[in-house]
């Protein structure tokens, strides 16, 4: 079993930051890509950021600037700070991971619950 825990949403007025945090249990083999999507009401599911284990990075334009992904791979943790953040960044932030777990061969896409991040104007 794998899971994937997120914290660090909340409420933060326009120009603020947050730091959000996801944290991979379970019987882990090796994770892969780790990265953040998010979701805002009526919209669909969009790639916020995400990042290889051997560190190479990809944003959504519209985050580039303002955000930063960064991954403690002997803490199975990826993690998403959050500058400048504006009204339209509102939106569920989900944890996505790509992990082999032992005694598997497969590559398995996991989800965490998601965190609310809302930023009001």
């Known amino acids: 079993q794998v899971q994937l825990v997120e914290t660090g949403g909340g409420l933060v007025q326009a120009g603020g930051s947050l730091n959000l945090s996801c944290v991979a249990s379970?019987?882990?083999?090796?994770?892969?890509?780790m990265g953040w999507y998010r979701q805002a009401p009526g919209k669909q599911r969009e790639l916020v950021a995400a990042?290889?284990?051997?560190?190479?990075?990809n944003y959504a334009d519209s985050v580039k600037g303002r955000f930063t992904i960064s991954r403690d791979n002997a803490k199975n943790t990826v993690y998403l700070q959050m500058n400048s953040l504006k009204p339209e960044d509102t939106a569920v932030y989900y944890c996505?991971?790509?992990?082999?777990?032992?005694?598997?061969?497969?590559?398995?896409?996991?989800w965490g619950q998601g965190t609310q991040v809302t930023v009001s104007s």
């Open positions: 996505n991971a790509q992990i082999v777990r032992r005694f598997d061969v497969r590559t398995l896409s996991y």
């Open positions: 379970g019987s882990i083999f090796r994770i892969n890509a």
């Open positions: 990042g290889t284990s051997g560190g190479s990075t």
